[in-house]
């Protein structure tokens, strides 16, 4: 077992992101605006329209790729930033650990109570000007991953600490890649399917605030694992499920042992 975080604890901040309070419920909000960026109006399927709506979907799928792309250079960034600092002060990275957690906690408990106006997400997407072809998608994906990270960034910032704890750029880029898959392929799933995600985006927005509620408690929760040093034994406890998943697989059918595989490699 390595000391580097478990591919599935990643995998699992990434999704875990994307249902965040200023994440899921502005789902439609997003592809209307990629969309728009792609030149479509919408996704309206009809049997007399196939081909059309086809290519829109076509368009969306493609432009909300650039979008993710956009944020995953930022976040492969960052994780190079931290990493970096990590090796280069070296005996404080308990005061990082310490500061770390507080400030994820803090962030958590404004997810809930909503006390730092400047971090207003809904009205920070509405005020974004409208982005303009894959070029225009790519950059609304970096401001993303930049101009939101306080939102996202409480989850970010514990991958980002177990990352950086290995002072070795390479890796940590790698897992913040791994990060943004997670965070980047329901986006696709809903562009996708996007029609159908707007059946259900009104229930969302029923349900917003508990959604902040139970997002700002999870958060919260991973403050107090991050403040006291527990954020790790997370990681192990993961990396041994991880493991566990291998070796259950090697005599398993196709999809199991490829995956097995795959998780064999990435672990090196």
């Given at each position: 077992m390595n000391e580097y975080p478990s591919i599935l604890l990643v995998f699992s901040a990434g999704l875990l992101s994307f249902f965040s309070p200023c994440?899921?419920?502005l789902i439609p909000s997003y592809l209307s605006i990629l969309g728009a960026?792609?030149?479509t109006s919408g996704i309206n399927p009809?049997?007399?329209?196939?081909e059309q709506t086809g290519k829109k979907r076509f368009i969306l799928l493609i432009t909300t790729g650039s979008f993710i792309t956009g944020f995953t250079v930022v976040f492969i960034i960052l994780s190079i930033i931290i990493s970096t600092t990590f090796l280069l002060m070296g005996g404080i990275s308990k005061y990082i650990q310490i500061a770390a957690g507080i400030i994820v906690i803090i962030l958590g408990i404004n997810i809930i109570f909503d006390f730092i106006k400047f971090l207003n997400y809904e009205k920070r997407l509405h005020t974004t000007k409208r982005p303009k072809g894959l070029i225009g998608a790519f950059l609304a994906g970096m401001a993303f991953g930049a101009g939101w990270t306080?939102?996202?960034?409480p989850i970010l910032a514990g991958v980002l600490f177990l990352a950086g704890q290995s002072s070795k750029t390479g890796i940590a880029a790698l897992y913040l890649g791994l990060y943004s898959l997670g965070l980047g392929i329901p986006f696709l799933l809903a562009a996708l399917f996007f029609d159908r995600y707007l059946v259900t985006a009104k229930w969302f927005r029923a349900k917003?605030?508990?959604i902040k509620n139970i997002s700002g408690s999870l958060l919260i929760l991973m403050g107090l694992l991050i403040l006291t040093g527990r954020f790790s034994a997370l990681n192990i406890a993961m990396q041994k499920w991880q493991f566990q998943y291998i070796y259950w697989a090697q005599d398993k059918a196709l999809p199991f042992r490829l995956i097995a595989d795959w998780l064999n490699w990435i672990n090196f």
């Open positions: 994440v899921l419920p960026a792609g030149g009809s049997p007399e329209n196939n306080p939102c996202i960034g917003y605030q508990l």
